[in-house]
């Protein structure tokens, strides 16, 4: 699977070779994703391993420029991931927002009061999959765990990560056809950028940053159930710094909903439209 998706995106000579001509020319694809629950997972093995191995910065030839393909075939993850990469030129880690786990959550469930960078809380990432390996956080740059440009990347760096990674039989809930999961605890204190790209009905595609999650733990939404525009746990993740200032319209996410719409949008379905045919086809 890994070498189809690799081939299909950008060719392979070999195929040239054995009489396929222009499927050896590839698709010149700058993104791609897999399409694996449930047609194909309930009886294939899922393609965590290939998304895994094709978004991290090293494979069996060695170190080269990642790949970026999403999980589930989600095209506006795979867009997020195709600007993060093509910003920094670092590979890329898809990822679920699971769990806001507030300091008292923590507290209640493990009996450990959060402290530090943690003390307003943390958030839970999960995604077996499209997690590039380099993730891992075991290559550096000043000393400090960092995910680098595959030219900037050493061999010794490329066996850390892999040698950090476990690869655990898939989840036969969600994976029948068995398969493997990429597992690995990332080095704390790594620079990171939360992205995602959202299309919102009734509205233009939008897209939002959290920079340095690391250090900017996100906060607790107000409790009080009553409160219009209470906080919400994605209004936090998605939003920038300065965003959070100023009203919700203003961020992706917003009371509660996906697609929060400034009131000019809201109204413009109602608008006074002219006498046109076209109009009223």
Not at 93 to 106: E, K, L, M, N, Q
Request: aromatic share 10%.
């Amino acid at each position: 699977m890994t070498i189809i998706i690799r081939d299909l995106m950008v060719g392979n000579l070999r195929l040239q070779e054995i009489g396929f001509a222009e499927e050896a020319k590839g698709h010149n694809a700058i993104a791609s994703g897999f399409q694996g629950q449930r047609q194909w997972t309930d009886f294939m093995p899922n393609g965590d391993f290939a998304e895994a191995i094709l978004n991290s910065s090293f494979d069996w030839n060695g170190i080269r420029k990642a790949f970026m393909v999403a999980t589930e075939n989600d095209s506006l993850n795979a867009v997020a991931m195709l600007f993060g990469h093509l910003l920094t030129n670092t590979p890329q880690v898809f990822a679920d927002v699971r769990t806001y786990w507030s300091p008292d959550s923590v507290k209640r469930v493990t009996g450990v009061e959060m402290t530090g960078r943690a003390k307003d809380g943390f958030l839970h990432l999960l995604n077996s999959g499209s997690a590039s390996l380099d993730g891992s956080g075991y290559q550096s740059r000043d000393g400090k765990p960092v995910m680098k440009p595959f030219w900037e990347i050493d061999q010794t760096e490329a066996d850390a990560c892999l040698r950090a990674t476990t690869w655990y039989p898939a989840n036969r809930e969600y994976f029948r056809g068995n398969g493997y999961s990429s597992g690995f605890l990332s080095k704390g204190d790594m620079p990171v950028t939360i992205l995602r790209v959202n299309l919102a009905k009734g509205s233009r595609s939008g897209a939002a940053a959290c920079r340095r999650l690391d250090d900017r733990p996100a906060r607790r939404g107000a409790q009080n159930p009553e409160r219009k525009n209470r906080p919400h746990l994605a209004y936090h993740v998605v939003c920038t710094q300065a965003y959070r200032q100023r009203r919700f319209h203003r961020c992706v996410f917003g009371n509660e909903q996906l697609g929060r719409q400034s009131l000019l949008v809201q109204l413009w379905p109602h608008r006074r439209r002219p006498a046109h045919p076209l109009f009223h086809a």
